[in-house]
């Protein structure tokens, strides 16, 4: 099977990939290959550079910035919506930004340099990918503004169903100690919020695994900041690249 039929027949498809027309697509694929890798990898360490980038077409990894204490705090997340390690590109490495694999993901990997020709070389690639990259930024500032105002609850909804989102399996294992982690609240805090979406039957959960039972419920439970970055997603989706 050609390498353009085997990408466009995968259920989860990467946005940026989609944006792309088939003969586009086919010169950006025809130069990558496609790779699966587990939970918890480290794929960006920080102030590393990377000699891939990767197009995410399944699972996310969390963006997290590390404390002088040691804390670490997700300042994101990226899934099959954009690329990582784009950074390369500019002839930067990573910064204080980690990039780690939380759902197992898969991806369509290449080379930096090669990836560099190809952005010159095609314009719906290069415009895609800087929409991307605005997506993200508009991410983080959305997840400054939600960690000031809003609840644990609030914001435990929202993670899940950015996670759920990005993931091919309804079911997402992660601890409440991760969760802790990631979200910077106390795990005691992140037990009382899971608890509260369970009582509001949101989700089932146990022994490191989430399950979401009904989608409209946590939807209602999250803040805004959810709605704000699927709106705001939507919106750059519908622009052309001209």
């Known amino acids: 099977m050609p390498l353009v039929e085997k990408y466009l027949s995968e259920d989860v498809k990467n946005l940026v990939l989609e944006s792309l027309s088939p003969e586009d697509l086919a010169r950006v694929l025809g130069q990558a290959e496609f790779v699966k890798i587990s939970r918890n990898k480290v794929l960006a360490p920080a102030f590393q550079p990377m000699d891939h980038l990767y197009f995410v077409t399944s699972g996310m990894a969390s963006l997290n910035l590390t404390l002088r204490d040691g804390a670490v705090i997700e300042i994101g997340v990226i899934g099959s919506e954009g690329t990582i390690g784009w ?3 500019a002839g930067l490495d990573t910064g204080p930004i980690e990039a780690s694999v939380q759902i197992d993901m898969t991806a369509y990997r290449i080379k930096s340099a090669q990836m560099t020709a190809l952005i010159e070389k095609i314009k719906p690639l290069r415009v895609a990918m800087l929409r991307g990259v605005q997506g993200m930024f508009d991410q983080v500032a959305q997840s400054a503004a939600c960690s000031q105002r809003h609840g644990s609850t609030q914001r435990l909804a929202k993670w899940l169903l950015m996670a759920a ?6 079911t997402l294992n992660i601890s409440h100690e991760t969760l802790s ?10 037990t ?3 608890g509260e979406l369970r009582r509001l039957g949101c989700v089932e959960s146990g022994h490191s695994k989430i399950k979401i039972t ?8 999250a803040c805004e900041c959810y709605r704000t970055l699927e709106q705001e997603a939507q919106r750059r989706a519908s622009l052309t690249a001209s």
Do not use: K, N, T
Request: aromatic content about 0%.
């Open 192 to 194: 009382v919020a899971m």
């Open 87 to 89: 950074q390369s590109l």
């Open 181 to 190: 982690i990631l979200l910077g609240i106390r795990r005691a805090g992140v």
């Open 214 to 221: 009904s989608r409209d419920r946590l939807e209602s439970s």
């Open 165 to 170: 989102d990005r993931s091919a399996d309804p």
